[in-house]
């Protein structure tokens, strides 16, 4: 029982979830929780992953929501049912949580109903969006027969209308797919719609001739609908061969998520003793997800709920600073 969920309330510690307290699984009532590691919180609901005290011999664990003081809800259980037909829930990979409460999750699957490229998906609890993406099957949003590889990173965001959307960071295989164009920023939103907002390989407007080259970092405000993206160029000269891009998620007009160009490397500043200087890189940190690719959550982000972007600059005269860029 030396684990727990600790929630601060700004001024007090206003609620705790122990190890060896009661969990709600309906299959063993009471069964006490095991042994807890993680835990994302957004608003008022925790969402955390455990295994449980059972009997010798049987694995019993899975996703668990809490709203203090409430007792905590079951999200999904190890080896049982998963939205995908003929699937359960293998393992727990990775977790966040939405402003509205709702949580994402990423996990592996076994069944008769998934192969070796099959077995992972993305699921939520976001309206109409119980499965936002599967590993090794097309989307009526991408170009035909193209598919889901492997998922990178992955965020839960509330634009201004109210909407939710789940981004994904993706590789991307089939016809057409290379190295050079084979990662893919994904819009998913609870119409249904998906998206490609941003992918490798593909034009920057404002910029021609430069394309895309890697996508380095992402980060996404959970509020707003904001969200920036850091990308190396290519057909561009090695002054300006990066930019910093930023765009606001939109269901009811999702033609204008696709990001723009805020910040580009060249740009030239004068600093405060009067100094010419050029921007060299710049930079977003890479602490905006964890170690299973889950943002948000409680995790920090570069992205403010109106849009101003928070990132760290290097100049041709050595000086490194913080700068703000709006929108």
Not at 115 to 122: C, D, G, I, Q
Not at 311 to 325: D, G, H, I, M, P
Request: proline letters at 7%; one cysteine or more.
């Amino acid at each position: 029982n030396d684990s727990a969920i600790v929630r601060h309330n700004a001024s007090m510690i206003d609620a705790v979830l122990r190890e060896g307290d009661s969990s709600p699984v309906p299959i063993f009532p009471g069964l006490p929780f095991g042994q807890l590691t993680r835990a994302r919180e957004q608003n008022t609901r925790v969402v955390f992953p455990a295994l449980l005290a059972g009997p010798p011999g049987v694995k019993i664990g899975g996703l668990f929501g809490w709203i203090p003081p409430g007792a905590p809800d079951t999200i999904g259980l190890l080896n049982s049912v998963a939205p995908i037909p003929d699937t359960i829930y293998k393992a727990f990979l990775g977790e966040t949580v939405s402003v509205f409460n709702h949580a994402v999750w990423r996990a592996s699957l076994s069944g008769t109903g998934v192969n070796r490229n099959t077995a992972e998906a993305l699921f939520s609890e976001v309206p109409n969006l119980d499965i936002v993406a599967q590993k090794g099957m097309d989307d009526p949003g991408f170009p035909i027969d193209v598919k889901w590889a492997r998922f990178l990173q992955y965020w839960v965001a509330r634009d201004f209308s109210l909407d939710e959307h789940v981004l994904v960071l993706a590789k991307l295989s089939g016809p057409g797919v290379g190295r050079s164009n084979d990662c893919a920023l994904v819009r998913r939103d609870e119409n249904g719609d998906t998206e490609i907002i941003l992918r490798e390989g593909d034009p920057l407007p404002g910029c021609d001739p430069a394309c895309v080259g890697t996508i380095q970092r992402v980060s996404v405000a959970p509020d707003g609908g904001f969200y920036a993206a850091l990308v190396s160029l290519t057909a561009a000269s090695k002054g300006t061969n990066q930019a910093l891009l930023v765009g606001q998620l939109s269901a009811t007009e999702p033609g204008l998520s696709a990001p723009y160009v805020l910040f580009r490397k060249g740009t030239q500043f004068r600093s405060r003793s009067g100094e010419a200087t050029t921007v060299l890189s710049m930079s977003l940190p890479a602490t905006n997800t964890d170690a299973a690719g889950a943002g948000g959550g409680g995790l920090g982000n570069s992205v403010s709920l109106f849009g101003s972007v928070l990132f760290e600059a290097t100049f041709t005269n050595k000086a490194v600073e913080l700068l703000r860029a709006d929108p």
